[in-house]
Nanobody
């Protein structure tokens, strides 16, 4: 599966952005889909993800209700809705896909994902 993330940009603190992850060569509902981010000088970290079966989300607790992940099967796209953005949310955001056989614990780190899209830069100004 090939993934293409888009929707990044410059936004003021308190604003919102919606990132999209469009898939080709595979169906997003057949994969566990994750969103990660990497700020300069920091390791890539999980923002959250969406389980292939049932569409349950995981890993969003650290975003304290500000972020949400959804899926549009008809568009074969996964979304990351980001609200109440803060300067510390500034990073390159990546979407990734993992096999449906992966257990949850393996989905919490980048190593659990086999497919990655190019990132999209989100910059939050204060």
């Amino acid at each position: 599966v090939q993934l293409q993330a888009s929707g990044g940009g410059l936004v003021q603190a308190g604003g919102s952005l919606r990132l999209s992850c469009a898939a080709s060569g595979g169906t997003v509902s057949d994969y566990n889909m994750g969103w990660f981010r990497q700020a300069p000088g920091k390791e890539r970290e999980l923002v959250g993800g969406l389980r292939w079966r049932g569409g349950n989300t995981y890993g969003l607790d650290s975003m304290k209700g500000r972020f949400a992940i959804s899926r549009d099967n008809a568009r074969n796209t996964v979304y990351l809705q980001m609200n109440s953005l803060k300067p510390e949310d500034t990073a390159v955001y990546y979407c990734a896909a993992a096999s449906k056989t992966k257990i949850l614990s393996t989905l919490l780190s980048p190593g659990g994902y086999a497919y990655w899209g190019k990132g999209t830069l989100v910059t939050v100004s204060s």
